[in-house]
T-cell receptor
Framework: DTEVTQTPKHLVMGMTNKKSLKCEQH?????MYWYKQKAKKPPELMFV???????INESVPSRFSPECPNSSLLNLHLHALQPEDSALYLC????????????FGPGTRLLVL | AQSVTQPDIHITVSEGASLELRCNYS??????LFWYVQSPGQGLQLLLK??????LVQGIKGFEAEFKRSQSSFNLRKPSVHWSDAAEYFC?????????????FGAGTRLAVHP
């Protein structure tokens, strides 16, 4: 099974709201990722967690706050977002963070009003 | 610097025709190579990957790709395209860049299929 699940599928939020995106995998992978994808563009890496520790933050604004409660779960907390943050947010996981195959979830479509 | 180039932004083929999507990479060592497909509003699905060994790799949905070191290419092929293959295709390299391992994506090729 190579499934990564993400909830919610769609999210609309105002600029003063606080919301969270959730990602889950049960493949025993030890690396998990958050990507942001704008229309007609490839995914852009935001964060990498390796063995439940944040290993990479690609200079993401602090209004995005990742959390890895355990090896199967990854959250992305959102606060005070801007309309330009509207995008598809993708979660992925891989066995380790050594460049191996990443398996992606279906994404959360976020609209910030 | 490591990079991935997909020269064709948009390709249109007729259903039943053959398909080749081009991918060129720039990387000092032998990289891990991937092709992903993305339907509108969906996540990325892995089509196939190359790590080592046989340079012709088979993937899902009847796709194959050939790694050519001399040309730094990893082109994706399918002998007969189906209407359901219409999607965005991303070539990616798993490479050590900026101090850590990451996926470096090409810009993508959008495939349209005419009936």
């Amino acid at each position: 099974d190579t499934e990564v699940t993400q909830t919610p599928k769609h999210l609309v939020m105002g600029m003063t709201n606080k919301k969270s995106l959730k990602c889950e995998q049960h493949m025993g992978h030890r690396a998990m990722y958050w990507y942001k994808q704008k229309a007609k563009k490839p995914p852009e890496l935001m964060f990498v967690y390796s063995y439940e520790k944040l290993s990479i933050n690609e200079s993401v604004p602090s209004r995005f706050s990742p959390e890895c409660p355990n090896s199967s779960l990854l959250n992305l907390h959102l606060h005070a977002l801007q309309p330009e943050d509207s995008a598809l947010y993708l979660c992925a996981s891989s066995q380790e963070d050594r460049g191996e195959t990443q398996y992606f979830g279906p994404g959360t479509r976020l609209l910030v009003l | 610097a490591q990079s991935v180039t997909q020269p064709d932004i948009h390709i249109t083929v007729s259903e039943g025709a053959s398909l080749e999507l081009r991918c060129n990479y720039s990387y000092g060592a032998t990289p891990y190579l991937f092709w992903y497909v993305q339907s509108p509003g969906q996540g990325l699905q892995l089509l196939l990957k190359y790590f080592s060994g046989d340079t012709l790799v088979q993937g899902i949905k009847g796709f194959e790709a050939e790694f050519k070191r001399s040309q730094s290419s990893f082109n994706l092929r399918k002998p007969s395209v189906h209407w359901s293959d219409a999607a965005e295709y991303f070539c990616a390299v798993g490479a050590f860049s900026g101090g850590y391992n990451k996926l470096i994506f090409g810009a993508g090729t959008r495939l349209a299929v005419h009936p």
